[in-house]
């Protein structure tokens, strides 16, 4: 599976941003999908997931409450809805896949990674 993340920019604090997360492959649907972030010199850190189905998803306690992760099958994309951004949201925001179909864990492994987009928060 071959992802691609996009809709990263400069945001000031307490804005909005939707991120985007494409694949070309039909199968795109089978598969559920992660965001993950990083931040200069820190360790990347998972944001969030949803289920290849859509109707579960799971976040990471630090962002929880302010964003959103759905998906659109028929599009092969997935997006996160960020809002009430800070600064120490700036980050590379990556999505990434597991290698397995119609499989979805909590500290499930992903195998599958996109080039990542920037997003900055100033204050």
């Known amino acids: 599976v071959q992802l691609q993340a996009s809709g990263g920019g400069l945001v000031q604090a307490g804005g909005s941003l939707r991120l985007s997360c494409a694949a070309s492959?039909?199968?795109?649907?089978?598969?559920?999908v992660g965001w993950f972030r990083q931040a200069p010199g820190k360790e990347r850190e998972f944001v969030g997931a949803?289920?290849?189905?859509?109707?579960?998803?799971g976040y990471a306690d630090s962002v929880k409450g302010r964003i959103a992760i759905s998906r659109d099958n028929a599009k092969n994309v997935v997006y996160l809805q960020m809002s009430s951004l800070k600064p120490e949201d700036t980050a590379v925001y990556f999505c990434?896949?597991?290698?397995?179909?119609?499989?979805?864990?909590?500290?499930?492994?992903?195998?599958?990674w996109g080039q990542g987009t920037q997003v900055t928060v100033s204050s």
């Open positions: 990434a896949a597991p290698a397995a179909r119609y499989y979805y864990a909590e500290n499930m492994p992903f195998d599958f």
């Open positions: 949803i289920t290849y189905t859509g109707r579960t998803t």
């Open positions: 492959e039909r199968t795109f649907g089978d598969y559920s």
